[in-house]
């Protein structure tokens, strides 16, 4: 049984230079848990149909981890069952191994996430096991679960631009990675980087490095904004090539390993921001906007207290806004 797909190879869609982008929300699987605690199922369920309409195309909305090890996935299966499904919108679940997968597999997700690190070193301390471990023994458990129950697989490359504990990545590691990756069978491979070590200049050579294998898969891009920089990489990306951007509303996010912990988790491309600058840039995302802000909105009043992100404080660019009293008044006295 092949891996449904619903989207073009990269070698051909990733190309193109114009077309619609597609953004990718992780919000409530990444961000959500980690800065509005203690929500009831409601609550989450509530923010993930309110982020289904917005236009949004694909939502990483849980994990399948152990609640000994993630708490407050107690209730990922209940989450599930009371999502009101679009039709038009991929519901993705971030499983640890094949245990997780056949729990996931088993409720109306449609995708399974699954994470390994380009850095072996960094996916011993994440994961617990060395690449190699998580190349021969977790993913062809998971992929062969996945596929048996006709669900495509998403693959996060973590520190895919660079590790915090032992630097650059040698430059064959992720090619080699993203050809065994689609032998393997994953429908889409995700270049993450973890703690905000890319810039442009390498985001551009890594993704032509990659585009120009022509692999029958999609390659997308998660960049956290750690030293500032990801707005500007996900620009590069989008010259270089790719179509598909991970980000989170309000920048929401849990701490990295590898990165100083903040008072606010945020260390996400806020959904909201690199939307509003797409469309501002005559490249359409398919996102309604005022109703992303409005789920913007909500997350705050979950989290009581106000969250980074631009757009939701500054508005949009079209904005016109009125001139304040006092500052008419100075024009008085200058004439």
Request: proline fraction near 5%; glycine fraction near 8%; charged fraction near 20%.
């Amino acid at each position: 049984m092949s891996i449904p797909n619903n989207i073009t190879s990269a070698g051909k869609a990733l190309k193109k230079k114009e077309g619609q982008v597609n953004i990718v929300e992780v919000s409530p699987r990444d961000g959500l848990p980690a800065v509005c605690e203690n929500l009831s199922t409601a609550d989450k369920i509530k923010y993930i149909n309110k982020l289904s309409e917005t236009g949004l195309r694909k939502i990483e909305c849980a994990a399948f981890t152990h609640p000994r090890l993630l708490p407050q996935g107690y209730d990922v299966e209940k989450l599930i069952e009371g999502i009101s499904k679009k039709p038009d919108v991929t519901y993705v679940g971030l499983v640890p191994n094949e245990i997780g997968c056949r729990r996931a597999v088993i409720t109306q997700i449609d995708e399974i996430l699954v994470l390994l690190a380009a850095s072996d070193t960094f996916n011993k301390i994440n994961l617990g096991r060395t690449l190699k471990e998580s190349l021969n023994k977790v993913l062809p458990a998971v992929l062969d679960a996945a596929v048996k129950n006709a669900r495509s697989v998403r693959v996060y490359i973590m520190t895919a631009f660079g590790c915090p504990y032992t630097g650059k990545i040698s430059p064959e590691v992720i090619p080699q990675l993203l050809q065994k990756l689609s032998y393997m069978g994953a429908s889409e491979i995700v270049l993450v980087d973890s703690t905000g070590m890319a810039n442009p200049k390498t985001v551009k050579s890594t993704i032509g490095t990659l585009l120009d294998l022509q692999l029958d898969i999609n390659l997308a891009v998660h960049f956290h904004n750690t030293r500032g920089t990801a707005i500007a990489n996900c620009v590069a990306a989008y010259d270089a090539g790719i179509r598909i951007f991970d980000t989170s509303l309000c920048g929401m996010s849990a701490t990295p390993y590898g990165v100083s912990e903040l008072d606010i988790g945020y260390w996400n491309v806020p959904t909201e921001d690199l939307a509003h600058l797409f469309e501002e840039m005559g490249i359409k995302t398919g996102i309604d906007l005022e109703k992303l802000l409005d789920c913007a909105r909500l997350a705050e009043k979950m989290a009581g207290i106000p969250l980074p992100g631009h757009l939701l404080s500054a508005g949009p660019a079209s904005q016109i806004v009125q001139i304040p009293r006092h500052l008419k008044r100075q024009q008085m006295i200058d004439q």
